[in-house]
């Protein structure tokens, strides 16, 4: 498997434009993960999946922010109208249902810059 | 509430002497434990886990981390430290008892080995 499938890699954007950050998670991989990582928040868990539907989202930062998960294969994070304060590198993470003992896994990121 | 503390955020030691990277947490059941390394500008990469049973759990490059209960510690070590070991390594907890919960991640400790 090629592991958990982040893009674009890096994005850059100008404030208000929408940003759209796309995730594929590991076939077979029930849960996944998008968190976003900066130097002064470190790792933040934003929302996560369970079987497709969203379970826990209250880490998103405000309504700008949204996520879907049309199917098993495929994630999207939105932000609409993105800001400056929005640059971060975005991860996606997913993992098999275990009772928990199992680990994630997580895709390369992609490095949003709002300039 | 589950919770991870990394106390230092950087540990520099010389190549070839043994390695040390602090994690204590806190849980109100049993933990999952996790260690990942992030190299620069990649995604998260698991190295080890504590489920349950022996204390000293080995993984990936040569590491190792001890489970202690008592001190509700989980330290990641390596006997002979490498260059390429720096990068930034985080530890995250899940509580066993509650179902399914989410990883909660340190906010890392950043590893720098001198040639």
């Known amino acids: 498997d090629a592991g958990v499938i982040q893009s674009p890699r890096h994005e850059v954007t100008e404030m208000g434009q929408e940003v759209t950050l796309r995730c594929k998670p590991i076939?077979?991989?029930?849960?996944l993960f998008w968190y976003r990582q900066t130097m002064m928040r470190g790792l933040e868990l934003l929302i996560y999946?369970?079987?497709?539907?969203?379970?826990?989202d209250s880490g998103m930062p405000e309504d700008r922010f949204s996520a879907k998960m049309p199917n098993a294969s495929f994630s999207t994070l939105k932000i609409q109208p993105s800001e400056p304060r929005d640059s971060a590198v975005y991860f996606c993470a997913s993992s098999l249902t275990g009772k928990g003992n199992t680990e994630a896994f997580f895709g390369q990121g992609t490095r949003l810059t709002v300039v | 509430a589950q919770s991870v503390a990394q106390p230092e955020d950087q540990v520099n030691v010389a190549e070839g002497n043994p390695l040390t990277v602090k994690c204590t947490y806190s849980?109100?059941?049993?933990?999952?434990l996790f260690w990942y390394v992030q190299y620069p500008n990649r995604g998260l990469q698991f190295l080890l886990k504590?489920?349950?049973?022996?204390?000293l759990v080995k993984g990936s490059y040569g590491f190792e981390a001890e489970f202690n209960k008592s001190q509700t510690s989980f330290h990641l070590k390596k006997p002979s430290a490498l260059v390429s070991d720096s990068a930034l390594y985080f530890c995250a907890v899940r509580d066993s008892g509650r179902g399914y919960s989410t990883l909660t991640f340190g906010k890392g400790t950043m590893l720098l080995v001198s040639p």
């Open positions: 849980v109100s059941g049993n933990p999952y």
């Open positions: 504590y489920i349950t049973g022996d204390n």
């Open positions: 999946f369970n079987n497709n539907v969203p379970i826990d």
């Open positions: 076939s077979g991989h029930d849960y």
